[in-house]
């Protein structure tokens, strides 16, 4: 008797619009996370002049992508993977790998979400505007800022299998990254701290965002932060996915 | 009749947690039309087994053929083949049963149209409950849709891991309906049940495994036959008459696994 595999297209065009409607109906936990971004710029309206409208913007896409990363995909992935979600499809006739970059594809179109709402807010409520370059590059350095951070939740996801203890952790990351990175990168821990801050995962993230956002500032020095940005990402998916187990009984 | 008319060929299957050796040597075969009960106190490797089966272990040594296919080299084929009812919830909590009926249609290559999809939700009684998301149906329920995810493709072989589980009598009763109903279109069936009422009911034969062994394989009733005298099995009877579950606890005794 012959048997018929479906084609991948099918297969992953099937997952898309559950995993998309599944990130729909979780749509106010998501706005959720957006929100901080846009709360604030809007609590640094007096001070974007002296902070300059691409710290402002870069700082806020990163924060974004950091909950994004860390909070939103992991604890999806967490929470899936605890009922079993995941072995349902892994015994379908479809490489385990399409289940992995549907879930990916939908947080690729939530950081684009996530830096249009940060260009939409940053516009209205400090009037700050960018070269038609700026926007385009933009979206890209968003996009290979946002692997660093998606990377990482797959090392915590990789590493925790309960999802409660998944959850708290992110939280707790996302927390240390926010208060560590602003403030180190400020210069309010000191100078080694800053020094630390801007070649950490976030420090880089941000500097490529910031840099794209002003092609024409674009240095040696961010293009060593582009590199780090990329070697974050591929030694946090190689150990994620190295570690990541997909079912957690 | 030859082997290569078996549904599901399981030769000297040994599967590792670590150094725990889970499954020792364990070989069986299901026919078409079969339904095929394993049964084993918890934790004796009827789970593991079914994963080995399902492809989501990998064994140290020993194979698993469905329909010809083998599950380690060629999965996809062997999955295509293969439907499965899981333990655990297994659904997107969000989506509604409609929208996990559509999604698993797409998976496996099988065009919904609206009707079908409404046959599919009468069948399973579950008409009213389309746009229902499936964390809001009530166990029951959920065991329903997913034995109809399990059947969507037509697969020679079901794998049902423990289905009645929480169901009430009239909703066990529909399965067993069910599963009847598959076995007339000579469709296998592989299931793992604590229910001896349920094995002793439905499956043609069964396997029962202890400690990751196959320790007993036969049909209920010559079970039963060829265990009678033994004398744990006849101290294990409650009622003078001996039953499947006299049978089962004699063979795998009376001490209470975790």
């Known amino acids: 008797m012959q048997t018929t595999i479906p084609k991948t297209s099918t297969v992953l065009s099937s997952l898309l619009r559950a995993d998309f409607t599944t990130q729909w109906r979780n749509r106010r936990s998501f706005l959720l996370l957006l929100l901080v971004p846009v709360i604030i710029l809007i609590s640094w309206k007096g001070i974007v002049d002296k902070l300059g409208g691409a710290f402002a913007l870069s700082t806020c896409i990163t924060i974004g992508l950091v909950a994004i990363g860390l909070m939103g995909y992991s604890n999806s992935i967490a929470r899936d993977r605890d009922k079993g979600v995941f072995q349902r499809l892994r015994v379908a006739p479809m490489p385990s790998w399409c289940i992995m970059a549907s879930r990916l594809l939908v947080q690729l179109m939530m950081i684009i979400l996530l830096t249009v709402i940060?260009?939409?807010?940053?516009?209205n409520i400090d009037q700050i505007?960018?070269?038609?370059?700026?926007?385009?590059?933009?979206?890209?350095?968003?996009?290979?800022?946002g692997a660093v951070y998606l990377g990482l939740g797959q090392?915590?996801?990789?590493?925790?299998?309960?999802?409660e203890t998944v959850n708290s952790t992110t939280r707790l990351i996302y927390f240390v990254f926010i208060m560590v990175g602003m403030f180190g990168e400020?210069?309010?821990l000191g100078d080694q701290f800053k020094e630390i801050v801007i070649w950490s995962p976030y420090g880089t993230v941000k500097r490529i965002i910031a840099a794209g956002m002003q092609p024409e500032t674009w240095n040696t020095e961010m293009t060593t932060a582009l590199l780090l940005t990329i070697g974050y990402a591929a030694l946090f998916s190689v150990i994620g996915i190295k570690k990541f187990k997909w079912n957690n009984r | 009749m030859n082997t290569d008319d078996y549904i599901l060929q399981v030769k000297g299957l040994n599967v590792y947690y670590g150094a725990f050796h889970a499954v020792h040597d364990v070989s069986f075969h299901v026919l078409p039309g079969e339904i095929f009960g394993l049964l084993g106190p918890n934790g004796a490797g009827k789970t593991t087994t079914l994963s080995a089966v399902e492809g989501l272990l990998k064994p140290r040594s020993g194979s698993v053929i469905v329909s010809g296919y083998d599950v380690q080299e060629k999965p996809l084929h062997a999955h295509a083949v293969i439907g499965v009812q899981l333990?655990?919830?297994s659904f997107q909590a969000e989506l509604t049963v409609s929208e996990i009926l559509k999604l698993y249609a797409g998976i496996y290559g099988v065009a919904?149209?609206?009707e079908k999809l409404m046959h599919i939700l009468q069948d399973i009684k579950l008409e009213d409950a389309a746009g229902k998301k499936f964390g809001q149906l009530s166990g029951g329920q959920q065991q329903r849709v997913s034995l109809a995810i399990a059947t969507l493709h037509d697969p020679r072989l079901v794998l049902l891991d423990e289905p009645t589980t929480g169901l009430d009598p009239q909703s066990r009763r529909q399965l067993w309906e069910r599963m009847e109903t598959m076995r007339e279109k000579d469709h296998a069936i592989l299931l793992t049940t604590h229910s001896m009422e349920e094995a002793e009911a439905v499956c043609d034969r069964i396997a029962i495994i202890d400690h990751g062994r196959l320790i007993a394989i036969d049909t209920p009733q010559s079970l039963i036959d060829s265990n009678k005298t033994k004398p744990e099995v006849i101290s294990a009877s409650r009622r003078g008459k001996i039953t499947l579950e006299d049978v089962f606890i004699g063979l795998t005794g009376k001490t209470i696994r975790s």
């Open chain 1, 129 to 145: 505007t960018l070269a038609p370059a700026g926007y385009a590059i933009t979206f890209l350095t968003a996009i290979i800022g």
């Open chain 1, 155 to 163: 090392v915590i996801v990789g590493l925790i299998q309960n999802p």
């Open chain 2, 87 to 89: 333990q655990a919830t």
């Open chain 1, 186 to 188: 400020l210069g309010v």
């Open chain 1, 118 to 123: 940060v260009f939409i807010a940053g516009r």
């Open chain 2, 112 to 114: 919904m149209t609206r």
